[in-house]
Antibody, heavy 120, light 108 residues
């Protein structure tokens, strides 16, 4: 069974840092690209970051570029999102998602989400 | 960035109704379009990819169509579990990919 499980969220002060983890199981991580998508409760979905299967190509949304860094450790079946210089507007539910391998690019499996709150 | 616009933003319908949701891209995205369903407190669930390919395990009452800039998600006969929020997403460009603002499907 494919599973993605996020951890590392919580409450942090503005300007602070958090590292989210996405531990996967049920598939070979090294064969898949993994992405992060966030959602303010009651609002829409926003693309945050992604890394392709070999970790060479990394992508970032404009609102997080130069503050967030994505990395992956396939030996630990885990993808990380290092979030620095956090702002109140970064408060959201963060989902990690696997990129499918059919026609086009899409997210075929999602984690349950982890809450990040940036507040003093 | 490619902007995705869904219509309507909300929709009231009854069990058994046929429902259509539209997604328009600000430029051609060929068929790089996916649809997701999200219920409260849950992660989004993939329904359709490649504009019209049904994800494994998704009921056949869901269908997708379109190409270029205009796409539709149709539910042929609404079931109680279909009341949810639906999002389209484009993946024509390299990431960051963009989502539509969502369509909330409510009970009439």
């Amino acid at each position: 069974e494919v599973q993605l499980v996020e951890s590392g969220g919580g409450l942090v002060q503005p300007g602070g840092s958090l590292r989210l983890s996405c531990e996967v199981s049920g598939f070979t991580l090294s064969s898949y690209s993994i992405h992060w998508v966030r959602q303010v409760p009651g609002k829409g979905l926003e693309y945050v970051s992604g890394a392709n299967n070999n970790g060479i190509n990394k992508y970032y949304g404009s609102s997080v570029k130069d503050r967030f860094i994505i990395s992956r450790d396939d030996s630990k079946n885990t993808v990380y999102l290092q979030m620095d210089s956090l702002r109140p507007e970064d408060s959201a539910i963060y989902y990690c998602a696997r990129e499918g391998r059919g026609v086009g690019d899409y997210f075929d499996y999602w984690g349950q989400g982890i809450v990040v709150t940036v507040s003093s | 960035d490619i902007h995705m616009t869904q219509s309507p933003s909300s929709l009231s319908a009854s069990v058994g109704d046929r429902v259509t949701i539209t997604c328009r891209a600000s430029q051609s995205i060929i068929n790089y379009l996916s649809w997701y369903q999200q219920t409260p407190g849950k992660a989004p669930k993939l329904l359709i990819y490649g504009a019209s390919t049904l994800q494994s395990g998704v009921p056949s009452r869901f269908s997708g169509s379109g190409s270029g800039t205009d796409f539709t998600l149709t539910i042929s006969s609404l079931q109680p579990e279909d009341f949810a929020t639906y999002y389209c997403q484009q993946s024509y460009t390299t990431p960051p990919w963009t989502f539509g603002q969502g369509t909330k499907l409510e009970v009439k």
